[in-house]
């Protein structure tokens, strides 16, 4: 049972039965009563049944929705408990992987300033105040300070406490990057409404979904009902500076959180952001409303030795030592929480004597780069050291570097420079080894394959008998189908396979406990979904067209393939627009191409000549379709453009008509006319996504079971699809389709052997980030890979090759 408002399609039901029922009766009475069957005092004997009924179905209503609304609110308790212990079991581990063994939090001194009218104890505290406060009271909050100051490191010790002090029915904390959340999208509708795609709750409910696995029904309640205290880091990672007077992405984010609301007010928020970056965005008018703001202050010297101190268990350092007699230079550097962790892991007692002393340098900034520096190697050495110790110890151990491996600190500062990426995320495979080298490669495999299979494509032929082999239309016609349906495949086959080969981290390393069995359930799926759309499907299109060639469904109606041709168009078509590159219009030259898209196939389609020599139909198609893309690009056609003109043309071309005795082709044309109207009307820039989600919608609406969908909807395109095609046709289909996906999934393999063979990522690239992560060189947020701080991201960005040690 989902959480969520209870539906009350069950209670219509049985209303209106009731109804109809009771309806029913009193007009079958009168009916009577007029034609002398009835007599009149019999007439209360016949309305009392129908009026009895329909008391029994009201009170079943009732009943029915009481109790899923008991179960609904049972359901949203669990999921609230299953998410407070995943979130916990995430960043329980988190702090300890960032604070180090024994978490050893310093506590800094903050200064508050109350929100207006608010409660919050105002000026000079510590951390741990602050932590006791707000868990009693959560409401809005900014914490702010200088870069290193310890911001995620108190939002992560946050969201623990926040654990800790949460009641059963309480909201639970969610740590988030709030530098991925999209800016939401406003276009105007064709009859003056503007209309606000995307937005805060709807990216907060997306993120649940994502890192947290919860179902969207559910978590779309959760958030609804604010339920959900957002954590939200980074804001000064959304822009990296302020541009003229257009409204930065930070600054839409802030409009975004102060309309987030709930029935007591303003909703609880946690936000970091450095304090000049949200001194800038003050100026600007932009600051999160109703907030209390936290400044963090910089670690004084007695903090600095009690932090090595508690570090060292009271056993001495070489950084004790080095800040005893530590000048204004590294006083100034180490202030700053992430550069004196740095320091504690380059002059702590696994790195002793391995670094020049710091009173050597003049200058912070030179403390800095030197700790910048040496970082890398000495958590490669405590990394390499901690693996060696774990193994030597019993099998049996806890320890995550019992599975861990040993490294070269030139190899990991290489790797790591390549896979930094924007926002300090690591980047993809493609943008490691080159994007042009990447799609060069790609290409060249993509290539290869589709130009074998076509090849191997004439073999085909000898599966079938030669009367059923057919190009019904002409060999032109069935390869520009197959070109779409290529392409088609592809899109589809990038989103399987996209997520699957991207840096992310797995289930072990955030914390989350999984089973051999899970593991190796979600193995299977991942490459059963693969398998699915590589090979099932264009199986089954070709079973679905050799049943019509071989006589199978004769028994079905005549204008069944007419509504058949429609739902198919329709529905590629929507598949088509569920692609961001492929959506309608994006401006009023855009739109004014999809409208001019259709008109010039049509015409194109009308002046197709009679002629049936090839090369004649081959220049003429050129010289044609040259012009209308040339006219297309001054009105800067999207995809959707040329997806509606080719159809129109195929439409123009036919020699049918599209009512209903046009068969698959006219309802095909009919289903493309609709799509072409509809689109023009409702799909404006930045309706991929929403497209998308009302496909899912659809889906989940038709509650068939997964592969009997798969099953089902392949068969009735391949029988659809002889019709238009002939078999020939559909098995070249079929071929393109299986080409296509094992070109596509070869060619992301492909980039990653080559960039893993220069150099540029790890060959196993899991294990590699699962170390880093471990070794402190990576953090968790949101689900995905950051690096450990904005400065180590910017250092690599700037220092292509390892120092010299």
């Known amino acids: 049972m989902e959480t969520g408002r209870p539906g009350p399609a069950g209670v219509r039901w049985m209303l209106g039965g009731g109804v109809v029922v009771l309806v029913a009766g009193c007009v079958w009475a009168g009916w009577s009563v007029s034609r002398g069957g009835l007599q009149p005092q019999d007439v209360s004997g016949v309305l009392g049944l129908p009026v009895g009924i329909l008391g029994v179905l009201v009170g079943a209503a009732v009943s029915l929705s009481a109790l899923r609304l008991q179960q609904a609110t049972d359901a949203r308790a669990v999921a609230l408990d299953g998410l407070a212990g995943t979130v916990e079991e995430i960043e329980v581990a988190e702090r300890a992987h960032m604070l180090g063994n024994g978490a050893h939090l310093i506590d800094l001194r903050v200064e508050v300033t109350p929100r207006q009218g608010g409660t919050e104890p105002p000026g000079p505290q510590r951390l741990s105040d602050v932590a006791a406060w707000y868990c009693a009271a959560p409401g809005r909050l900014v914490v702010t300070g200088a870069p290193g100051a310890g911001k995620t490191v108190f939002a992560v010790h946050l969201v623990v406490r926040l654990l800790a002090a949460r009641g059963p ?24 409404r503007w209309r606000t795609v995307g937005g805060f709750e709807h990216w907060l409910t997306s993120s649940l979904v994502k890192v947290y696995g919860l179902r969207e029904r559910t978590a779309a309640d959760l958030v609804a009902r604010r339920l959900v205290i957002p954590v939200l880091d980074g804001l000064d990672e959304m822009d990296t500076e302020v ?46 409303r109703q907030s209390a703001l936290l400044r963090i202050a910089g670690v004084g010297a007695d903090e600095a030795r009690r932090y090595v101190e508690s570090r060292s268990d009271g056993r001495g350092s070489p950084l004790g030592t080095l800040l005893q007699g530590a000048g204004e230079a590294v006083a100034q550097a180490l202030s700053s929480p992430f550069y004196l962790g740095l320091a504690y892991a380059v002059y702590g007692e696994a790195a002793r004597g391995q670094a020049q002393p710091l009173a050597d340098l003049g200058t912070a900034d030179e403390v800095r780069e030197h700790l910048l520096a040496h970082y890398i190697p000495a958590a490669t050495r405590a990394a390499n050291a901690a693996a060696r110790q774990a193994r030597r110890r019993v099998v049996a151990t806890e320890s995550p570097w019992g599975r861990q491996g040993e490294y070269e600190p030139a190899r990991v500062h290489q790797w790591l420079h390549h896979m930094a990426g924007e926002e300090g995320k690591l980047s993809s495979f493609g943008d490691a080894l080159g994007v042009r080298r990447a799609r060069v490669l790609a290409g060249a495999v993509m290539v290869l394959t589709v130009g074998a299979a076509l090849v191997w494509g004439q073999a085909v032929r000898r599966c ?12 032109v016609v069935s390869v520009a189908v197959a070109g779409v349906a290529g ?32 593991r190796l359930g979600r193995a299977a799926a991942q490459w059963a979904a693969i398998a699915s759309w590589a090979l099932l499907m264009p199986v089954v299109l070709t079973l679905g067209a050799v049943s019509r060639v071989a006589g199978w469904l004769e028994w079905a109606p005549e204008h069944t393939s007419y509504g058949v041709g429609a739902v198919v168009c329709f529905g590629c078509c929507v598949g088509i627009a569920a692609s961001e590159s492929t959506v309608a219009h994006g401006g009023g030259r855009s739109l004014l191409g999809c409208l001019v898209a259709p008109p010039v196939g049509w015409f194109l389609g009308v002046l197709t000549p009679e002629a049936e020599s090839l090369p004649e139909r081959v220049i003429f198609y050129a010289v044609i379709w040259g012009f209308g893309v040339l006219l297309l690009g001054l009105f800067d056609a999207s995809g959707f453009s040329f997806t509606a003109g080719f159809g129109m043309f195929l439409v123009a071309a036919w020699p049918g008509t599209a009512g209903p005795g046009g068969g698959f082709w006219g309802g095909a044309g009919a289903g493309l006319i609709a799509f072409c109207v509809l689109g023009c009307l409702f799909l404006g820039a930045g309706s991929a996504e929403r497209t998308w989600r009302g496909v899912g919608r659809v889906r989940r609406a038709v509650r068939l079971p997964t592969w009997l969908k798969m099953m089902l909807i392949p068969f009735t395109v391949g029988v659809a699809g002889e019709e238009l ?39 196993r690239t899991d294990t590699f980030t699962a170390w880093a992560y471990h070794a402190g060189l990576l953090r968790i947020v949101g689900g995905d890979y950051q690096f450990r701080h904005s400065e180590l991201h910017a250092w690599l960005v700037r220092n292509p090759r390892a120092p010299a040690p």
């Open 487 to 518: 392409a088609l495949a592809g899109a589809l086959c990038v989103a399987v396979v996209s997520d699957e080969m991207s840096f992310t981290p797995t289930d072990e390393v955030r914390g989350v406990r999984v089973s051999l069995r899970g």
């Open 725 to 763: 095609l002939g078999l020939a046709g559909v098995a070249g289909v079929a071929v393109v389709w299986v080409a296509t996906c094992a070109g596509l999934v070869l060619g992301i393999l492909l980039v990653w052997f080559v960039a893993g063979c220069l150099g540029r990522v790890p060959l």
């Open 464 to 475: 079938f008998p030669a009367r059923w082999w057919d190009h019904e239309h002409g060999v």
């Open 243 to 288: 541009e003229g007077d257009a409204p930065s992405r930070a600054q839409q984010a802030l409009d975004e959180l102060n309309a987030y609301e709930s029935v007591d007010g303003s909703a609880p928020v946690v936000l970091t952001c450095r304090e000049q970056r949200y001194a800038e965005l003050s100026e600007r008018y932009a600051w999160l």
């Open 169 to 192: 029915a309480d909201p639970v904390p969610v740590r988030l990057a709030i530098g991925d959340l999209p800016a939401p999208r406003t276009h105007r509708r064709w009859w003056g």
